[in-house]
DNA sequence: CGCCCGTTTGATTGTCTTCAAACAATGTGG
DNA sequence: CCACATTGTTTGAAGACAATCAAACGGGCG
């Protein structure tokens, strides 16, 4: 169901204010949703890895932007064929539920996190979510500093000197700026 | 459609995880919305004042409590009967869904509030709100500095100092501490 | 009148941002 | 292959802002 897409890096999937004809499905690279606020800030609304689907809409129209990270295999479905399917098939209309509950879950947590957490708590949380979401041991950054940043609502330097502290107290290893090791032990004793 | 009630001072109308089987309309009065978080703060998510809905859920449990901040008359409707009304009244539904709307709206821009402003903005445009609502020349403020200061999450010293500085600015006046004038050219100005 | 609660004021601290500069990694043209 | 530019990241110092701790103030009510 779809068809493949292929992205390059930083290449727009869909605009705010499009009509959302489709729902997405990363197959491979990373991709990131994002609005420009009024103020000139950039809000990176969330990070999507193999297997998770975006561009998920209540109403008709796209409400923030999505862009490739790096080149990424997208899986592009129609969201009228999908809708029609899960009107007779019971199986598609609990997938695509789970689905978008799965999102709004993401998205209450994350407002959460910014609204109660301190700058080193929101990344240390944030390499938490990303290791768990990889699995495997080595964690890569696909997404810059100024992502994570716009991501966690603080300034890029506040996240480099968050990083650096939990080098230092041995939560995570750097093999390079992109690719780390986290520990989970140390990291939630922060 | 449904019975009046009057409630006294603090006390509640409904709580958090209740089956929400009424709605509310305010008749007279003042009720905040809240919930307690589990590092024991608590989070006030709105004020009610006379004619504004509240006690409204997707789901069919509270997810916030409700009390009354002054002695305050409450019409309470039965959910159902509305939900049943709404089904083959067409003007109904549309009050339905308007309420609901607004209600959505106040929540969106709340979290936008709280995400991007700095503590003087917030109590300046908590003022402009309940300007705007009540339309008087005097506003009362029947809600303690912890009330704001919970809604706008702030700690009670932060929410003093700027009424205070406000004062200063001429962009509101003193009658008593809990009754002001609100003078919306400065108050924008600031 | 005096107490109590809510509020205001003051001094200090901690945290994040801002401004500035150094550093590292990568790419490009000669 | 090297000199140089570009981009992304880290580090340092100073400043801004709100939280915290502490104390004084004021109005309402017994």
Redesign the interface.
């Given at each position: 169901m779809g068809t493949e897409k292929l992205f390059s890096r930083n290449e727009k999937i869909f605009r705010k204010g499009q009509s959302a004809r489709h729902i997405y499905k990363v197959k491979l690279g990373c991709i990131r949703t994002y609005a420009n606020?009024s103020?000139g800030r950039r809000l990176v609304s969330a990070f999507y890895f193999p297997r998770n689907y975006f561009g998920l809409e209540v109403r008709d129209k796209h409400i923030i932007s999505a862009e490739a990270i790096t080149p990424s295999m997208v899986l592009v479905i129609r969201r009228q064929a999908l809708t029609l399917r899960a009107a007779t098939d019971i199986a598609v209309a609990k997938h695509l539920l789970a689905i978008t509950n799965v999102e709004l879950q993401r998205a209450q947590n994350h407002?959460l996190l910014?609204?109660?957490k301190s700058a080193h708590e929101r990344v240390a949380h944030f390499l938490f979510e990303l290791k768990k979401r990889n699995r495997r041991k080595e964690v890569d950054l696909l997404m810059s500093r100024q992502d994570i940043a716009d991501h966690l609502?603080l300034k890029i330097e506040t996240v480099s000197r968050a990083l650096t502290r939990l080098e230092k107290k041995s939560a995570i290893s750097f093999l390079t700026h992109r690719r780390i090791t986290v520990h989970i032990r140390q990291l939630l004793a922060t």
């Amino acid at each position: 169901m779809g068809t493949e897409k292929l992205f390059s890096r930083n290449e727009k999937i869909f605009r705010k204010g499009q009509s959302a004809r489709h729902i997405y499905k990363v197959k491979l690279g990373c991709i990131r949703t994002y609005a420009n606020l009024s103020d000139g800030r950039r809000l990176v609304s969330a990070f999507y890895f193999p297997r998770n689907y975006f561009g998920l809409e209540v109403r008709d129209k796209h409400i923030i932007s999505a862009e490739a990270i790096t080149p990424s295999m997208v899986l592009v479905i129609r969201r009228q064929a999908l809708t029609l399917r899960a009107a007779t098939d019971i199986a598609v209309a609990k997938h695509l539920l789970a689905i978008t509950n799965v999102e709004l879950q993401r998205a209450q947590n994350h407002s959460l996190l910014l609204r109660n957490k301190s700058a080193h708590e929101r990344v240390a949380h944030f390499l938490f979510e990303l290791k768990k979401r990889n699995r495997r041991k080595e964690v890569d950054l696909l997404m810059s500093r100024q992502d994570i940043a716009d991501h966690l609502n603080l300034k890029i330097e506040t996240v480099s000197r968050a990083l650096t502290r939990l080098e230092k107290k041995s939560a995570i290893s750097f093999l390079t700026h992109r690719r780390i090791t986290v520990h989970i032990r140390q990291l939630l004793a922060t």
